[in-house]
Every structure is written in C-alpha cells, then in structure tokens.
C-alpha cells in the first residue's frame, strides 16, 4: 500500500486485529509523508494470552500513536457513512485515515441501511479533483523528480517531526466539512463528538464505537427518569480535540461524575487511553467532576442496557467504583459491578432467537428471513449471530429485531423474546432451560424442531423445561423437520423448513406472501448450485407448513411442577471428574462460560489438556456401529477418523468378563503380537459428529450408521465407557506402522473441527506416533481454532503417566519462526543439560547410585534418539529426585529434568500460512538446516476465514478472491523445498494411501534435517456435491488416482546409500481428472457460470497435471538407473550366466517389502542381476509387466491382508490381471515364481492374494518354475522359516552360483563401542514384543531318582499386562548358564564386565538386535541372553568361522561346510556339537565380538503350551515341562536342551522374558459341546487348562459339558501327572473320564507297550457317542509321530459305532473324517 501510495495512487485497504499491528512501521512511514489514505479497521481483539477473533478496541489503540486520524463508527449506517467521510478528509487534510468501528458487533451486525449511489461517489470524486490532483503532483515520478524516505540526523529530524503539526490541527476542521457532505448528500447528520441525553446532565458516559448505541437506546427507554443522565460519543478519536469534545458537553459545572467506558485495556497503565484524554480535557477545563475509568465488552463480550444501568448507578454511587469493569464477577480485584437483564428496545420491535447447528443452514437462512423483510417492508432489521467454538457442527445463535424504528441498540436478545425455535432436539436436554427460554417474554412463542407427539413431549422434554413453559404461558409449535428434509431430498438441511415456520407464526409478512419471497431468495442463494439444489429447497419450504402443528400442553400442571432447575443436566460420568470439569469446562462447553468469575481463569491463558473429553456433545443423529464378523482389524476407519471417535480396542479374556454383554469381541488377529487378545472397534456415541467417514472407508463395509439414540439403548454408550477403562496396550506394536499406530492412545480427541474433516486425521496421527514427547507451534488458522480454543482443547494427556502434546500458537504469520525458537531454545537447554549431566558425573559421580550414574552415562550417549531418552527420562526421573540431595551438581541435573526426553518438535498450519504469508518463515526454518519438523494442512484455501483463494488454490478453482477461478497454477511448495536437497519433502494424502502417510511421517522424525510433509485435507470449502466430507477419504484416493495429488517422499539420507532420494508412491494415473473435479462445486460452479473459462482453465489444469506426474516419473526413474546399478553395492558388478530377475512385492506393513530388498541382496552376493525392484502396481499395466520380465525371470512377493485383501501397493496389479478383458494367453513366455507370505490362523484366506496371483498368471499362460515358496507369520521364526527353506530351492532352479567369496571377513553387521571405566547396572535384554515373568515355581514333578525330569514350571503374571487365552502357548526365551558364558568368555578372550555400545550398521539385522541395542550392554549379557553359542550349528557357520582361522582350521572348516565334507560332517552332528565346540575343536578361529554377532544366530524362543487357566487360576501362567535329555549317537556325555537346560536350572525369584504364542486350538462355542481330548506326555498339559476353565464356569452357575481325557504316558506312578487334580476334577463333575495308557507298565511291558490308540479301541462309544450323537469336539496334543494311530483310532471309533448318521466304510470314515477337520471340530497341537 505504501508503494502504490508513494506513486501518487489512491489507495485503501481492509484489515484488523493482528493484520493492522503488521502495518505498524509502514503506517509510521505513511504518516510521516503526509500521505493521504484510508483503512478500514473493524476494530478486534489482539491475541495476547490467548487468540480471540472477536471485537474490541485494542488493535485501535496499537496505532494511535502512528500519526493516523481515527474516525470511529457505532452503527452500520454510520460505518458506511464515515468511511466516505474518511476518504474526503484524507484528501483535504493530507492526514492518512484509520476507519473504524466495531469488529463483529459492528461489522458482522446485519442492519437496513441507505446505501450511496455510484453517481454520488462520482461527484465527490469530482469535487476533490484538485487535492486528487495535489497528492499525485507529490508521487515519485522522473518528471518531476524528488526524493522521499531519506535518512535525518539529530540536527533536523525533531524539528521536521514539528513541522506536520499545522496539518494535524486542522483534521477536525476537514472532517466536520466532510460530515457537511455527508449531510447534503443523505441528510444525515453527524458531529465529532455527539452527545445524548439530558441537556442539564450531571452523570455522562464517555463512550466509542456500538456501546453508544446501547446507552443511547437505555436513555431513551427511561425518557424522564434518566433524565440527568447522558452520553458523549466519540468519532474523532486522533487527533484528539479539546475544543470540541468540551462544547458537545452539557454545562461543565453540573457535572457531577463521568464513567470513560474503554472497550480495551491497557494493563500498565494508570488508565486506559480514552480515560486519559479525558482526564486531561475535563482537567484544563477545570472541571470537578469526578472520573472513573471502565472496561467493557473486551472480545465481543456483551454489553446491555442492564450493563449501562449499572454504569449509572455506579457514577450516582457516593463512592464511584475506580476502576470498574462490566460482564462478569471479578472475585480478584473486585472491580467489577453487579448487574441485571433489562429490556429497553424501542415499542413495537419484535425479537427473535433461532437455536442452530453449525453446518445446517439456519444462520444463512437468517441472513435471508432478514433481508426479505427489510426489502419487502418498512420495517428496519437487525440480526447478529453467535457461534460457539467449534467449527462447521457447533452451536448457532441467530439474534433476530424486527421494528418501525431504527435501531441502535447493538447487544443480543436477553429479555422480552417474542419467537424462539431450537432447531436441534438435542439442545433441549443438553443445556439449561434458563439458558434456552429464559429470554422469552410471556406469551411467547416457542418452536421445536422434533419428532415427539404431544404425548412423547411429556416424557421428552427436561422438567425445568416444562415448567418454564409452563410459567411463561408459551405458545409451542412442533414440526419433524429433519424428516420433512429427508423426505424433500434436503438430507440435514433444515434452515429453509424452519425459516417457513418463522414466517407462518411471527406474522411479520402475510404468509402467502413471505413464502413467495422466500422462494425467490432461495433461487438466488442456490442459483450456483444448480436447478436440482433449487427445487430441492423450494420443495422443503411447500412442505413445511403442512408439517408444522400446535402443542396442546398441560399449562397448570408443567408451571406448577416441583422440579430441581439444574440437577437433570448433570453429565452421566463413568467417573467423577475433577473440579475443574465441572466448575469450568462444563459451563464453557454448556453456553455458561459468562457465569465463571475472574479467579477461575488462569492470567497467562494457560489452560489444562484433555477438555473435549468431558464434552459429550451427543450432536449426531446417526453414529457408526461395527459388524465384527465383517470386520477384517485393518484399524482404517480408526485412522482416518477426524475426531478420534471410532478406535481399535484390545482386551484380555479376563477384561472380557468385564465387559458389558453388547461389547462383541473376535480374536484379535495379525500374528502372535496378538496372542491372548480380542478386538472391538467402538465408536462413541456421544463424541462422534456423524461424518459417515468411517463408514465409507471401510474396504469390507464393516460399519453401519445407526441412530444415536438406538446406538445408546443398546449399550454402546456404556461399552465406549468400559473401553476407556482397558488399558492401552500400544506399547505392544510399531506405532510407525498403520495398524501399529492405531493401538497408541490417540492425545488429539473430539474436537471442534467440521465433521469430515480432512486436516485432524494427520494431526492425530502425528499425537499417535510421537504424543507422549511432542511440542507443536500451530499456525493461526483452523488448525489453531479446533487444536486450541480454550474449553474445547482436543489435545490429550496419557492415560498413563500424564505426558501429552505441549501445544502452543504464537501468530499467523510468525508460527516457523515460533517453531524455530522452540527448537533452538530446547536445543540449547539440553546443551546446558549436557554439561550439567557431565559435571554430575565428573564431580558427584561416585556419590550417585550406580543405577543412576549408568542411566546418565547412557543418556550422554543416547540423548538424541526420541524413544530411547524417553525411557532414560521415565527412568531416571525417581533416582534423581532420590538423590538430588547428594550434591549440587545432581541438584542441578534435577532442574533440568524436563530435558531428558528429546521432544519431537513440529510446526502445524495451513496452506494459507505455509504458502502465503508465512512461506518466508518457512524457507528460512528449513533452509537453516535445523532438523524442524513442518506438517502443512493443504485445504487449497483459507478455510478458517471461509474460503478465499491463496496459493494453494488450483487453477480453475472458484475461491473467494478469485470468483472467476483462478487463473494461476498451484504454488508447488514440495518442489521449492526439495530445491534445497537437505530437506525431507513428502505429499501425502492418508485416505489414498495410509502406509505411505505413516511412513512419510515416520521418516520424517527420523531424518536429521528439516522435513516438510504436505498433507491433501479435503474441506468444506471444496463444496462436494451430494456426499458432504462424508466420502473424504475417498475423496483422496481420487485425488491421487486421478493426478490431481501426487504422493511422493524426498529423503536426502537416501543419497547417501546411493540411491535417489526422490520416491514416486502413486506411480500410475487410473482415473479421470475432470470427473474428480465436477464432483466439487468451486469447480462446477465455475462450468455454469463461465463454461468458456471453466473449459480453458481446466483443460490447462488437466494438461499441467499430466506433465507434473511425467516429471516426477521421470524424477523416479532417476532411481532405477541409480539404484539397479548400485544395488546391495555389487549388481553393476553381476558376472553370473543365470538370467536377470525382476522382483515385484506387494507389501502392506513393509514386511514384504524388506524381505524383497533383502532376497535382491542375496542375488548381488552370487552375481545374479536384478534388472528391477519395485511395487506390483508399477507394472500394473501388462505391457509394463510383459516389458520388465522381458528375457527375465520375474519374482512375485506378496502378502495378503486380513481375509484375503492384496495390499495397497498390489490392488493395481491384481485388477489388472484379473480383468475379464484379459485376452488368454497374453502371458505367455513369461516365466516367474512366487514367495506367499501370511499367516495361517486365516485359515480360509492364508497367502490368498499370492495364490490368487500365481493361479492368474498360470491362467494366462505365464510359466512357474518352481513351487511356490510360503512364509507363515506362525512359524518358529515367521517368514524366514519359508524363506529359508524356499532360497536352496530356487537358487538350483536358475542354476545360480555359490556366493563370491574370497574367504577374508565379511564386513560385520555391526559396530562395537568399548566404555573403558563406565559404570553399568545392567538393564536386562527384553526381546521385542516379551515380557519379563518372575518364576514362582520351578518343581520337578517325577521322583528325583527316575530317568525323567518333568517338571511343573509356574511364571507369575502379577503387576504385567500379560494376557492370553485358553489354548495359548507361550515362548520363553532361554538364557546360556554361567559356567558356559565364563567358559565362551574365556575361550574368546573376552572382558564380560566390559561396557559397550552396539551399532547396527547393516539394515538387515533383525528387529531383535536393533532393540536389544538400544542401550549400553556388557560383553557377558550378549553372550549370555543373545548368542545361540551352544545351539546346533549350520554349515555356513563353518564356512564363516574359517575366515577368522588359521590356515589348517580354515581349511578343515571350508571342508567341513563344503559337500566333498558330507560324511565328516555326519559323523560331527553324531557328536552333537554346539557352535562353541566347533570353536573349541577350531581354537585358531577366535571372531571377535562384532563378528560374532553377525554369524551366530540369536538364540530362539521354544514354545511351550500353557497348562492353566487364567481365569481358574489368575496372576499366574503354568506348564508341564520335560527336561530334554539324549546320548548323543557317537557317545560320551549326556546332552541337555538348551531351554530345558536353562528351566532346570532356573530359581525361584528369576525374571524370564516370555511372550504369548497364538494357540491352535478350535473350542466349541457351547460350554455344554462334550470334548474328548488325547494327552501324550507333556501334551497334557494344554488339557489341564481345558479342563481349569470348564471348572472355573462351573463354579461361575455356567452347565458344562463332557470332557473325556486320553491320557498316553509312559509310567502311571512316574508320568501320570497332577494325578491329585485329576481326582478332583472329578469330583467337582467337570472331567468325566480319564483314560490312561502306560507305556512301559506291567503287566504288559514287557513284551507289549500300550499306545493311547489301544485304549481309544478298548472304550470306543467314548468317542463315538460324544462325537457322533452329541456333536462333540477332538483334541490332540503330544508328539508329532502319535497323530496317524490316534486319527486312525478314530475313525475306527466312529466306523465301529454303525447306525444312523455314522460312517459304514473305511472310505465313508475318511470322508467322516474329512469333514470333521474341514468343520473346524478336530484340532491338533503336535511337536
């Protein structure tokens, strides 16, 4: 503005509250030069301890000092008139302009108004030609050159500073000239200063802006009686004039008091600024009156005639009130004054209050009913409408006048309502009766938008309702028109129904003819929208009347009922809240906020997490009910959730007892990180918006909307209740996966955000991954009002611990550099924390317990991984507290403690702040290398100020700002940023790809640099026809198929593996882009209005978007000529003859993709090319697919989600393949194999999709030349068990050769870090995914002199959350004996007390190894908990020991491994060798620690079944435990198992690291189904825990059914084990029979041993009878060898029975048999 001005131009602007303070030094400067202009301020609040958009003076006062004149408006006539004034006495004055009047009360007032014709601004233009003229004649221009803005010394600048005082004093003069105008050209008048009132006053109220409005309008209401009462308003506020503020006053001698009401405050001042001019005018004259000072309606806050009521009382007061304020109860400073509601609205005004729901059209309805009536009648209007806090679903409160006078008043309606209508059902019992009708006057009229019959409002409606109704004699009119609105085509809207209501029953306009307007307002508002949208609308106001009725109540018996007014409102609570819910949050959240008093507000703005918990607004009509049989446990509708309403809940079996009856569970499925747990997806009923969001992501249509109130009378409200009651059990999984994720605690929940919307998804997501330690620096804008508007905070604190988002917003414009200081102020903190930690150390170290001087020593190491210092905080928070008393320097660690955790730090904000405004902040965060993290919510528009276009917007979008769509293309602020090549750039878009979201923003945190994540957030603002935001996820997948959104990552750490950083994630453009668009209306609109330049801007949109999706293609294939070339560092080098291979995964959790990566590495070590790595979907095209595997083998990896689902990034692919069109032999020649990977508890849909896969391409004539390899997720070692066992299989099918080798080391997988003289308790190695059980009980069952040691092994549960289900197995994790670790240590040479740090310097360690190093570790605990030193060795090991030999050991180890070695090698495993012997009998071979690390295997887990029930017997987990023993083949020692090993030696006391196994077991869904159960050995010990929990419902009044046990072990008085509880088993009637079949027991041993079998042919109507006839169910548990007798003795069982319904033949007994398996009635667990 200052430029234009500069050049001579005229020039305005519109600005306010944070906007004008930007102005400041550019105001300074305009002023300075006397240069003539006008901006128009709506005078706003300036966020200071908090944001407030709302209005009042303080952003005016800011620039009172810069040299503008301020004029100041009170109406909106006046704020229309006075900006004309303005522009004439800038002209004339050469004194730059600041108009104003009041921000919202003013400027969002809707008022009747005389506008100026054209013609009228045309002659004044006219008539101001010479000083027009004048002030270009002053411009910078080379004709008549000068310059302007030079620098003055102190010789001259005071004075040249004087010298403009001559232009200031003849403002007021220019202004009253330009009132002169105004006057001759609508016959207004107005005065500088205008005084009301009595001419002979003694009390006056000095006042500006809309509050004269309201004191003019009590004065004139009182006439008489108030008659020595008057006010001075103010319009020339600057420059201030003596002179006629003192001659618009009455006689200064009569004066007795004067209140100066100041609508801002100055809090270091002795007095606002309007009081001072005062004080100083009214001084100099002399006058005695006494002055006081007042504040009023700061932020908007009303301002009454019971308020100017007050003020009065106050000045007629012996004692004045000295400050006071007005609006509340200052309980502080007591300046406050008490008040009360009073009506003063001029005869004949009618007022009128609607009830609204944000989003449903009431206020725009208003808006309309408004002007109808003051364009169709002489009527003047008034309307101003409240919102709450929320966003689109929040409270709307349209204030309504309607009257034959003008009116001035500018407050909302608190008495004398003549028609108020609650257009949302739910108000009536969610707020106050008082708060709702206490406004109506007597008489009434009260309108219900609700489906209640007359006889239904009895019970519906609250009594203190009732009885106000009935106190006040209402008149209640009823109408269903939320379903006059469904069945007119209208969906939610209502606001056109309710508006026809209104004009039925206000009477303001015949209803004939009202309707006829209201018509025709319709047909304007919607005319962009199409016809359809139009008689849609039309149709709803035709039905409307038909459907509206009069309530016959009981008048007497309502008005008379005795009724507490406040308690039904209390909020049903699962628990009792802190006082601070109730006191605070709940009257903010209930429209009561005006009730809190000063002393329960904090002064810093500082407010507590978690508000929205507390809300439960309960504003849906439907809410989304899970189908769990469908439901396939994706966590999808948990993730894209906007208000964290709907989430995946995990429940032990004993916390299923728990449970309400409606809380249905499946078996939580996924592996064995989900053994031992039950999945529910629950939403809240009384938190959810109703979005429909949920439902429409779904992939199986799992999820149903159902009504609210039918959702709470089945229980869902109480089950939302007990699921907040289970612990969280995120720790359990990857919180950087999708799936993972979703089982951390959400910390951002129900807030105020549009239902739908697409920005909380990703702000949710990030609470997920990094809550417990995250500081955000939030931008101004919509993330800022739903993420922080005090008593609606959404941002959570942990459950557990109490840890959360620290949130915090400064500005709009400054939130990078907000977010830069947070960081570099953190960063220096925990510098300072650094040293103080090193001078503890140095200083007090041998004063501080070892645990804690260890836990510090590591943090010093550690410091900078987020995970790891946030359990060195957790743990060193207690020992420092402990300790701090041992010396200073502890002490001073101890202050510092909140720097322990590295927080993860990120910016939020939109595209508006991120492409505008802000961009220089951002461009200056990241180009400083600093590792800040930005996250960018691109709604493509302001959408917070309702949706004007900012560089974001694409071209041919309609915005505001840019109606005629915009012509330019979309800022690419992902491209600027990657420009850098050090920052991490990622687009994502959650609802078209939810694993590359959480990847982006995983990668994100953990690059060491800036990262900048653009985010696709579909809005409101995007105006999408029929579905709303209800389909926005779908609304992303769209946006990416089509084009429109790209997804890609930019990680610069890439480059330096030798990769391109740059990853295209949506590689393939599948959908139509113009189809996409046509579905938002800021596009349409555009086609119906200007289809010319609809076409050519978004044909120009649509061919920029296929040339951008080519360039980041092309950007890509950057990646392959990098990648395939340098791959695994070797396959440039590839010399072997075998053919090339292409490797395509299909990945869903990353898993597959790994194993892919891993698998190509292999192929480098033997020289095998690999001509390409990629997703499916990139060949998802079959020319792609044909050209890729041209004259190479192609290699499918795939897993299968859930029941049978491709992955995302195959989806592409299979579509493709499958499709009918697919001519059949179109791949034929191509020749591939196939790696499954799954997981076999999906029995029905195990490694579906890879079948799927291989089967097509078979079909299509496509070439396998090798069966297809498996990896089950339930295996020993999950896929690498498959893998390994496919890999021999699949190099001799391409004949590859043996790996290069030149027999020196291998680079070793890992680094090793020696501590010399540090200190270190040691922390034991838990292995991912365990926990450490306490042994309770280690007894060795057998006697202690019998060849058999079985024993009975019990781990404590107590005070671990370890839960796990009938039929279960457990690993435990074993650990090597010490006199085999010191003997290992010995051999190696090894310091076992050595400290050291382990590096994984190798991506393909194990998950394992990485965990187990994220701490400082001795060189005995690896030895000892990780090394697999005395497990069976492999061939390679020999192979990889004889690199670290001597030339004879080498070469007898290479000979050993090789096959000439065959038999050398035989007769070695007859011995049973451990690795350590081969060591010991090699003793030249010594690797040394890294080494070792990286060629022996880390000890496995076995897996025992569990023998007790966690019911029957909690807090504990059992088994039945053989200690194995053997003779090795080749004689000599006895050898013992090395688990086995460890158990037997076990103590009572020891910690064990365990983890659930996922049980194979099928049970009946009946208790009463009989079960016959086969027990071999040890095997009995899963029978045990069948038979503890049938006794456990049976002492629980559950019926039972048979249990009938086959008990096969060697000896009845060694092995029969438990035989006291078998007895008594029977006895309490739950165990029916136990047949045992002793091995070696006389008298049939010898010669014959007795098998279980035998005994299942000696008793067969056992079976047969519980099987056959009574649908029973088998169990076999024991030795693998066992299983063909036992299923053959049952066939036999059941062929013998004959009869009816049972098999004849032993063919038929197979069948049988067949069927019983495939029905899910047979279940085995063998070893």
């Known amino acids: 503005m200052h430029g234009a001005l500069s050049v001579g131009s005229l020039a305005t602007t519109f600005t306010a509250s944070q906007g004008l303070l930007l102005m400041i030094p550019n105001m300074y400067k305009i002023a300075g030069e006397l240069t003539p202009c006008v901006m128009h301020v709506p005078a706003r609040a300036v966020a200071g301890q908090a944001l407030s958009i709302f209005g009042d003076q303080n952003d005016i006062q800011a620039v009172r000092s810069t040299g503008f004149a301020i004029l100041f408006g009170s109406t909106v006539q006046e704020a229309l008139d006075l900006a004309l004034a303005s522009h004439i006495a800038t002209l004339r004055s050469r004194i730059p302009f600041v108009h104003t009047f009041d ?51 102190d010789d001259i600048y005071f004075q040249a500073v004087e010298a403009a005082n001559k232009y200031y004093l003849d403002v007021p003069k220019f202004v009253e000239e330009a009132f002169l105008w105004i006057e001759k050209i609508c016959g207004r008048k107005y005065k500088l200063y205008e005084y009301f009132g009595g001419a002979n006053a003694k009390y006056i109220i000095v006042i500006m802006g809309s509050g004269a409005g309201v004191v003019e309008e009590y004065l004139a209401k009182m006439g008489d009686k108030a008659k020595d009462c008057g006010v001075l308003q103010i319009r020339l506020y600057r420059p201030w004039s003596e002179k006629h503020v003192l001659a618009a006053l009455p006689t200064l001698s009569g004066i007795k008091a004067v209140a100066v009401c100041n609508k801002m405050k100055d809090p270091a001042a002795p007095g606002e600024p309007l009081y001072m001019d005062m004080c100083a005018t009214l001084q100099r004259a002399r006058c005695d009156a006494t002055i006081v000072n007042g504040r009023f309606g700061l932020s908007s806050k009303d301002f009454t005639p019971g308020m100017v009521e007050a003020v009065f009382k106050n000045l007629k007061s012996s004692n004045p009130q000295h400050p006071f304020t007005i609006g509340f109860d200052d309980d502080v400073t007591h300046f406050s004054l008490p008040y009360r509601s009073l009506e003063t609205v001029p005869a004949g005004t009618k007022q009128c209050i609607f009830w609204g729901f944000g989003s449903d059209g009431t206020v725009g309805a208003n808006k309309n009913t408004i002007k109808i009536i003051a364009q169709n009648t002489p009527l003047y209007a008034q309307g101003y409408f409240k919102y709450d806090a929320l966003k689109s679903g929040g409270v709307t409160m349209s204030h309504l006048r309607f009257g034959p006078t003008p009116l001035k008043g500018s407050y909302l309606i608190d008495a004398g309502c003549d028609y108020l209508a609650i257009h949302k059902r739910e108000y009536i019992a969610t707020f106050f009766a008082s708060t709702l009708l206490g406004p109506l006057k007597e008489g009434g009229t009260l309108v219900l938008n609700c489906p209640w019959s007359d006889e239904d409002l009895e019970k519906a409606l609250p009594p203190p309702f009732r009885k106000i109704i009935g106190q006040k004699k209402l008149r209640v009119c009823a109408i269903d028109a939320s379903a006059v609105a469904k069945r007119t085509g209208m969906g939610k809207l209502i606001n056109n129904i309710m508006t026809a209501v209104f004009f039925e029953l206000s009477g303001v306009l015949p209803t004939e003819q009202a309707l006829a307007l209201l018509k025709d307002a319709v047909k ?35 008005a008379s009922q005795d009724c507490d007014m406040f308690s039904f409102y209390e909020k049903p609570r699962a628990e009792k809240p802190a006082e601070y819910v109730t006191e605070i949050l709940d009257k903010v959240q209930m429209m009561r906020g005006e009730e809190l008093k000063v002393s329960q507000l904090e002064a810093d703005g500082a407010v507590p997490l978690s508000q929205t918990r507390y809300a439960k607004r ?83 249509g799992a999820l149903s909307m159902v009504s609210r109130l039918q959702t709470l009378d089945q229980g869902h409200g109480k089950n939302w209740d007990y699921a907040m009651t289970i612990p969280n059990r995120g720790k359990r999984f990857d919180a950087n996966s999708l799936k993972g994720s979703q089982f951390q605690e959400p910390l951002l929940e129900f807030s105020g955000a549009c239902e739908g ?79 103080r930690i090193e001078a503890a150390i140095a200083r007090a170290g041998s004063s501080m317990s070892l645990g804690m001087r260890s836990l510090l020593e590591q943090w010093l190491e550690f410091s900078e991984d987020g995970i790891i210092s946030e359990r060195l905080s957790d743990e060193l928070g207690p020992l420092l507290e402990a300790e701090q008393s041992k010396a200073k320097e502890i002490a001073e660690v101890y202050r510092l403690k909140d720097m322990i955790t590295k927080p993860s730090m990120w910016m939020f904000g939109g595209d508006g702040w991120a492409n505008d405004i802000g961009f220089g902040g951002i461009d200056h965060a990241i180009a400083s290398g600093n590792p800040v993290k930005i996250m960018v919510m691109d709604t493509e528009v302001y959408s917070n100020t309702g949706g004007q276009s900012s560089k974001a917007t694409p071209m041919g979008a309609v915005a505001k700002f840019a109606q005629a769509g915009r012509e330019q293309k979309k800022k690419d602020l992902g491209a600027m940023a990657m420009a850098y090549q050090h920052v991490y750039v990622a687009s994502v878009a959650i609802g078209a790809n939810y694993k590359q979201t959480v990847e982006a923003f995983s990668e994100a945190e953990k690059y060491d640099g800036p990262a900048l994540l653009i985010c696709y957030a579909p809005c409101i603002e995007h105006r999408f026809f029929k579905t709303g935001l209800s389909a926005m996820s779908l609304d992303q997948r769209d946006a990416v198929e089509c084009g429109y959104w790209p997804l890609y990552r930019f990680n610069p750490a890439l480059r330096k593996q030798g990769q391109n950083p740059f990853l295209l994630d949506s590689k393939k453009v599948t959908g139509d882009v113009m189809k996409f668009l046509s579905r938002q209306n800021r596009y349409a609109q555009l086609v119906r209005s200007n289809p010319g330049v609809a076409e050519k801007l978004q044909g120009q949109l649509s061919v920029y978007l296929k040339e951008r999706h080519q360039a980041l293609r092309d950007k890509a294939a950057e990646e392959l000529k990098q990648d395939v070339s340098s791959l695994k560092d070797g396959l440039a080098k590839a010399t072997s003859n075998c053919e090339p291979i292409v490797i395509a995964f299909g990945s869903d959790t990353g898993v597959t993709e790994q194993v892919a990566k891993k698998f190509a590495g292999m192929c480098s070590e033997r020289g095998v090319v690999v001509r390409r790595i990629c997703d499916l979907d990139e060949m998802s095209e079959l020319d792609d697919l044909k050209g890729a595997a041209k004259d190479a083998l192609l290699v499918v990896m795939c897993s299968t989600c859930g029941h049978g689902d491709f992955p995302q990034n195959s989806g592409l692919f299979w579509s493709s393949v499958s499709a009918s069109t697919v001519a059949p032999k179109e791949l034929e020649g191509l020749r591939f194999c196939s790696f499954a990977m799954g997981d076999r508890s999906y029995h029905d849909s195990f490694c579906e999709a890879a079948k799927k896969i291989e089967a097509r391409m078979l079909e299509l004539g496509a070439k396998s030349i090798l069966e297809m390899g498996i990896g089950d997720d339930r295996d020993e070692d999950k896929w690498e068990t498959g893998f390994t066992a496919w890999l021999p299989k699949f190099w001799a099918a391409i004949k590859a050769p043996e790996p290069q080798d030149d027999g020196t080391p291998k680079a070793p997988l890992f680094d090793m870090k020696y501590h010399e003289g540090a200190a270190l308790a040691p922390s034991p190695i838990v292995p991912p995914g365990t926990q450490l059980l306490t042994i309770r009980e280690n007894k060795r069952m057998t006697p202690s002199d019998y060849e058999r040691d079985i024993r009975h092994f019990s781990l404590s549960t107590d005070d671990v959350d370890f839960p796990f289900d009938l039929g279960d197995a457990v690993a435990i994790y074993p650990e090597n004996l010490d006199d085999d670790v010191e003997a290992a ?122 023998a007790s029930d966690a019911h029957y017997a909690p807090g504990q987990v059992d088994f039945t435990v053989v200690i194995n023993q053997w003779k090795p083949k080749a004689g000599g020692e006895l050898k013992t198992g090395l688990c086995t090993k460890f158990i037997q030696a076990a103590a009572v006391g020891k910690k064990v690291p365990c983890s659930v196994v996922c049980g194979t077991f099928n049970f009946p869904a009946e208790d009463t189904t009989p079960m016959v159960m086969v027990g071999l050995g040890t095997g009995i010990a899963p029978i045990r825990s069948f038979v503890q929990d049938k006794l456990y419902k049976k002492s629980k009044g559950i019926k039972t059914g048979p249990m009938i046990v086959f008990y096969g072990c060697r000896r009845y008085q060694e092995e029969l084990l438990y035989k006291e509880e078998w007895e008594m088993y029977k006895r309490e009637g739950v165990l029916t029979s136990l047949v045992g079949a002793f091995q070696f027991d006389k008298p049939h041993y010898p010669p014959k041993q007795i098998f279980v079998s035998d005994k299942m042919a000696e008793q067969p109507e056992l079976i047969s009878e519980n099987l056959l006839d009574k649908g029973g169910y088998f169990f076999m548990c024991g030795p693998a060898v066992a299983t063909p007798s036992v299923q053959k003795a049952l066939k036999a069982a059941v062929l013998k029975k004959g009869g009816a319904g049972a098999p004849k033949t032993e063919v038929e007994a197979d069948k049988w048999f067949q069927d019983f398996m495939a029905a899910g009635r047979y279940s085995e667990e063998s070893y």
């Open 524 to 558: 304007k508002t919607y005319k962009n929208k199409g016809d359809a949208i139009v008689n849609q609308n039309i149709a709803a106001v035709e039905a409307a009347i038909a459907a509206l009725r009069d309530v016959k109540y009981p008048l007497e018996s309502w």
């Open 1385 to 1506: 240590l010995k051999f190696l040479e090894l310091e076992g007390d050595k400290v050291i740090t382990v590096n994984c310097i190798s991506p393909n360690v194990s998950e394992r190894h990485r965990r187990s190093f994220e701490q400082r570790v001795t060189v005995r605990q690896i030895l000892a908990t990780m090394l697999d030193l005395f497990g069976r060795p492999s061939k390679s090991f020999c192979n990889d020991l004889a690199r670290f030999a001597g030339t004879a050991d080498a070469k007898a180890l290479r000979r050993l491994a090789s096959p000439e070695g065959a038999d050398e090698w035989a007769t070695l495993m007859e011995t049973c060798p451990s690795f350590f012997d081969i060591m010991n009998k090699y003793k030249s071979a010594k690797p040394p620690l890294e080494q070792l690390l990286s060629i022996v295997p880390l000890m496995k887990p076995r897996i025992y079944s569990i």
């Open 757 to 835: 919307c697409g920005e909380t998804p990703y702000a949710k997501l990030v609470t997920q991954m990094f809550g417990k330690r995250l500081i955000v620096a939030n931008a101004t804008g919509c993330s800022s009002i739903w993420g922080g508007t005090a008593g609606w905070v959404p941002y959570a604190k942990s459950k557990e611990g109490g840890k959360g988002t620290a949130w915090g917003n400064s500005l709009f414009e400054d939130n990078a550099e907000y977010g830069l200081g947070q960081f570099l102020a953190v960063k220096q903190r925990r510098r300072l924390l650094r040293d």
């Open 103 to 153: 921000g919202f009360r003013t400027s969002h007032e809707i008022q009747k108004v005389q506008a100026f014709p054209k013609d009228i601004f045309r002659k004044v233009v006219e008539l101001l030609a010479p000083e027009i003229d004048a002030h270009r004649a002053r411009g910078l221009n080379p004709n008549h050159p000068h310059a302007r803005g030079t620098a003055q010394c």
């Open 618 to 700: 309960g504003v849906a009509e439907c809410v989304p009910i899970v189908d769990m049989d469908k439901c396939i446990q994706c966590n999808v509708c948990s993730a894209i959730c906007p208000h964290a309403v709907i989430r995946p809940f995990l429940l032990s079996s004993v916390e299923l007892l728990e449970a309400p009856k409606t809380f249905d569970t499946r078996k939580a499925t996924g592996g064995n990180a989900y053994a031992g747990l039950h999945y529910r997806i629950q939403a809240s009923p009384q938190d959810c918006t109703g979005c429909e969001v949920c439902t429409n992501a779904c992939p199986v």
